[in-house]
């Protein structure tokens, strides 16, 4: 997905579980990683998703009352760099902060020689990077399912110690036609089974 279009698997316009605040969260569409243990190979496959002008969705997130940013996860947000990039600027030049789930290292894009790559990047302020890793699940730190994982404050926007107030949470939805919706960083099987219910898993990384 190139220019000005995004392909997207979901969004939640105010959430409280996928960073730090009330965010408007962006599930992109498309992941070429397939990592061993992802939660979301509902999202790997490229083009199926709902597609999104920039503009479209920008007008989303300025509608929304009461945000303190946008997250990006996925699927990879990196494999839709440039369109994220030119929504990031938005983002950012009107005061909100840019949380990104990412499956490469902040090494990999900081060296990528694609531009989208560091247009992107450069509009993040927590960067939260690395594979979901199933040997290191690990739920003792916000928003992360595995140790490998790290958060990178790339601007001052966020502080290490803003971190610390927060702890792993679930959100549940229930639509008008009854079918639940989860979303945040939990133990889902143990979930499941207090619930006595077949939930399914959306949370990506
Ligand atoms: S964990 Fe993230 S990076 Fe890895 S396959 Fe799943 S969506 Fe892709």
Known sequence: MTGNLLNIYKIIK?????GPGRRFCIWTQGCSRHCKGCFAKQTWEFGVGKSFTVDDLWNEIKA?????G????????????????????????SGYSVVCFTGYTYEELKNSKNSGV????????????GNFI????????????????RYLFLTDY???EDI?????????RIA??????INGMGDFKKLEQKLCLQLGQNKIK
Do not use: C, H, M
Not at 74 to 91: D, K, Y
Not at 118 to 129: C, F, Q, R, V
Not at 176 to 181: P, T
């Open 14 to 18: 105010n959430t409280e579980v996928e």
């Open 64 to 68: 929304e009352n009461g945000i303190e």
């Open 70 to 93: 946008i997250t990006l996860l996925g699927g990879e947000p990196f494999e839709q760099a440039e369109p994220l990039a030119i929504l990031t600027t938005l983002v950012k030049n």
């Open 118 to 129: 560091t247009a992107l990047l450069n509009n993040i302020d927590l960067l939260i990077d």
């Open 134 to 149: 199933q040997d290191k699940f690990d739920l003792t730190r916000p928003w992360v399912g595995s140790s490998n994982q």
């Open 158 to 160: 966020y502080k290490p």
């Open 164 to 172: 610390k107030k927060y702890k792993n949470k679930i959100e549940i």
């Open 176 to 181: 008008g036609n009854g079918k639940l919706e």
